[in-house]
């Protein structure tokens, strides 16, 4: 299986634009997926396919991909964006699912 | 609205069974595939095991294969996840999440609030 490779922690202070990234040797190949996890609650999608956003998703959140990197983009973030984010892609077999490690996001 | 949620999780002792389901609820069940991931204390999400719309095309991660199975009731509208020989490495919270096809690929769009599980002595 492949691997996805995120930074475990990132500070920004509000108002200011946070860049997580994820990468990994087969992302060039392959969409990616960012979910959203706040303390203590499930997951919720947030970007798919690299760069698109669901419905109801601020227009804050942003991603893009190049080569074997994507990067979630949080323009302005805010307080309320504190939180873990995943990425995630399938895997070699694509009924499989890979995550990358997470990263935390510190807004203070 | 699209709900999943998912139940049955309890503390067991290591090398006990436990079956976990997600009631599903706004949306038509038979047209869509699932996924269990899990995420054990203070860690990551975990891909655990998939299935397929038609149940009959199911997936497992290595690390549960020929010990975890997934399934679903079509006139239940539930989804469940059977875990046989339990480890104490199992010990995690347990997620449901609906497969979903985007515009090119397919993805979990929404996921249940998770059910915990506990294996200890």
């Known amino acids: 299986s492949h691997e996805l490779t995120q930074p475990p922690s990132l500070s920004v202070s509000p108002g200011q634009t946070a860049r997580i990234t994820c990468s990994g040797d087969a992302l060039s190949k392959k969409y990616v997926y960012w979910y959203q996890q706040r303390s203590g609650q499930a997951p919720v999608l947030i970007i798919y396919e690299d760069t698109k956003r669901p419905s109801g998703i601020p227009e804050r959140f942003s991603g893009s991909s190049s080569g074997t990197m994507v990067t979630l983009t949080i323009t302005g973030a805010q307080v309320d964006d504190e939180a873990a984010y995943f990425c995630?892609?399938?895997?070699?077999?694509?009924?499989?699912?890979?995550f990358g490690g997470g990263t935390t996001l510190t807004v203070l | 609205q699209v709900q999943l949620v998912e139940s049955g999780g309890r503390v067991v002792r290591p090398g006990t069974s436990l079956r976990l389901s997600c009631e599903t609820s706004?949306?038509?069940?038979?047209?869509?595939?699932f996924q269990w991931v899990r995420q054990a204390p203070g860690k990551g999400l975990e891909w655990v095991a998939g299935i397929w719309y038609d149940g009959v095309h199911n997936y497992t991660a290595d690390s549960v294969t020929g010990r975890f199975t997934v399934s679903r009731d079509g006139p239940k509208n539930t989804l469940f996840l059977e875990m046989n020989s339990l480890r104490v490495e199992d010990t995690a919270v347990y997620y449901c999440a609906r497969k979903f096809y985007f515009e090119r690929t397919y993805g979990m769009d929404v996921w249940g609030q998770g059910t915990t599980v506990i294996v200890s002595s």
């Open positions: 995630s892609s399938t895997d070699n077999n694509e009924n499989h699912w890979v």
């Open positions: 706004g949306f038509d069940f038979n047209k869509y595939g």
